[in-house]
């Protein structure tokens, strides 16, 4: 009976330590079902792409259509089959990577908890310093070492300049130096979120928990980028900004990418609040910064969105100006409430603003673009700093009234000559026309070209079917005007 007993303990031993060895989650499918076998591997079944229907997350769009595992996964904000997929895809014979695509995913989805399990699996997100080069004075340049090359990065120094080693001009100079930031072109996991109005994982990555979670990818795998994180998260002061809560040498920030063709417009807002508690001073500078080289503005940016109003006062609240412009010109999308939102000061110094290039006034755009509402909206409400800017040229020496002339737009022209001075008629622009002269050829050139089609004369001034200007003299022209246009008139007769 001892010996029986010995045996059976000796049994169970052996059992529990196959169960030790056995990975936390697992079946092996091979002893419990004997007779089934398939010749797919796990990797085939891991990414085969299945049909499925998502529920939308928090009030977004659900999604329907095909997706592998750990996509659904993800798509179903489930963070605890998330893990467990990607530790069966890393512990495969031919183990299988996250794709990369699942960070925006994750992203839209705003869940700081499927982010966390994907930075410690991938160390995916930051924008690491560059690697710090060591100075030789060998005979070559090391350029770019391999993924497993633990040594630094060396730049040969050359020869003495001014009997000194110039280490700036070698790094300029040779071709093949390493590049001074590995991460110049790779937007941190900060404005992502910004841009997808993530308020949750903003907090997260925020946080302590962001840390500990590049801390621990670091501790864990042995890849180039581990060594690489394990030795720029030596400083945790420097964490803000390779995570994106930071300003750029070009002066982006996260509020721009707030603002930036953002995937929600109506949660723009409270990701700018949040923006601003967690980060105060950044969030001031990026409302009131332009961006080089095109000098665009998250202000200006704001603008062409779909945004509710109350951002657009947020931004006017926390310093942002106005009055700046960008190469563009201004946009005026929100035109009606910045008309009864801005001081008159402001509102005129806005309407005598020219584009850098097109010298452009934004009357003056709104009469290019033949937007006849926006012109009669700036003519109702802020004629008084309209009117000046009337005798305004563009870079070809167009003013607004030569521009709608030339396009045809007969309705924008009589509200143009009804509120403007008759000087403005014999304004030349930049070939010498006036509005009256290129007023009369077009008139003889489309009333010739009636009369060798039809032999008769058209009833409007059309071309093309565009209605031009009607042969009844606009209001305002002076006297003399209407006796040339009549006795034109007798002549074509």
């Not at 010995?6 to 031993?13: A, F, N, V």
């Not at 930049?430 to 004369?457: A, C, F, H, K």
């Not at 009833?459 to 565009?466: A, K, M, P, Q, R």
Request: hydrophobic letters at 35%; one cysteine or more; a negative charge.
């Amino acid at each position: 009976d001892d010996d029986d007993d010995e045996e059976d303990s000796d049994d169970d031993s052996c059992a529990s330590d196959e169960t030790e060895k056995r990975p936390a989650g697992y079946t092996d499918l091979a002893k419990r079902f004997h007779t089934v076998s398939v010749n797919v591997k796990p990797n085939q079944l891991l990414s085969y792409d299945a049909k499925c229907a998502v529920e939308g997350i928090s009030g977004s769009n659900g999604y329907s259509g095909t997706a592998d595992p750990i996509t659904l996964a993800v798509r179903e904000n489930d963070a605890e089959a998330f893990a467990q997929i990607a530790d069966m895809m890393e512990n495969l014979e031919d183990s299988m990577g996250i794709p990369e695509s699942l960070r925006d995913v994750i992203l839209l989805n705003d869940s700081p908890d499927l982010l966390d399990a994907y930075i410690r699996r991938t160390g995916d997100g930051l924008t690491l310093p560059k690697p710090k080069a060591k100075e030789t004075t060998e005979g070559k340049a090391q350029a770019h070492h391999d993924d497993d090359d633990d040594e630094e990065y060396k730049i040969y120094l050359g020869l003495n300049v001014h009997g000194k080693k110039r280490k700036d001009l070698a790094s300029r100079e040779d071709p093949n130096a390493p590049y001074q930031s590995d991460d110049d072109s790779k937007v941190p996991i900060g404005w992502r979120a910004a841009s997808k109005q993530a308020i949750a994982i903003l907090e997260y990555l925020n946080s302590p928990k962001a840390i500990e979670a590049y801390k621990h990818y670091a501790a864990t795998y042995k890849s180039r980028l581990a060594k690489r994180l394990a030795e720029a998260l030596q400083n945790p002061d420097d964490f803000p900004k390779m995570v994106g809560f930071s300003l750029s040498r070009l002066g982006e920030t996260p509020v721009l990418a707030t603002v930036w063709n953002p995937a929600k417009p109506d949660q723009i807002l409270p990701t700018l609040k949040k923006l601003m508690q967690l980060q105060p001073r950044l969030t001031a500078d990026g409302v009131r910064l332009q961006v080089k080289p095109n000098r665009a503005s998250a202000f200006k940016l704001l603008c062409t969105t779909n945004a509710p109003v109350e951002a657009f006062d947020w931004m006017l609240a926390n310093g942002a100006d106005p009055l700046v412009r960008d190469e563009a010109g201004p946009n005026w999308t929100l035109i009606e409430h910045v008309l009864t939102k801005l001081s008159a000061d402001a509102i005129e110094t806005l309407m005598a603003q020219q584009t850098r290039k097109q010298r452009n006034t934004p009357f003056a755009t709104a009469v290019k673009k033949g937007n006849l509402r926006l012109v009669e909206l700036l003519i109702r409400s802020a004629k008084s700093a309209v009117v000046p800017t009337l005798l305004l040229r563009d870079s070809t020496g167009a003013t607004p009234l030569h521009s709608a002339i030339l396009k045809g737009w007969s309705k924008i022209v009589s509200h143009l000559i009804s509120i403007g001075s008759p000087e403005m008629l014999y304004l030349e622009n930049g070939v010498g026309s006036t509005p009256m002269e290129i007023t009369r050829l077009q008139l003889l050139t489309q009333t010739l070209r009636g009369l060798t089609n039809s032999l008769t004369q058209p009833g409007s001034f059309n071309t093309y079917g565009v209605n031009y200007l009607s042969l009844t003299p606009a209001p305002g022209m002076r006297d003399r005007d209407e006796q040339e246009v009549k006795s034109l008139r007798r002549a074509i007769e």
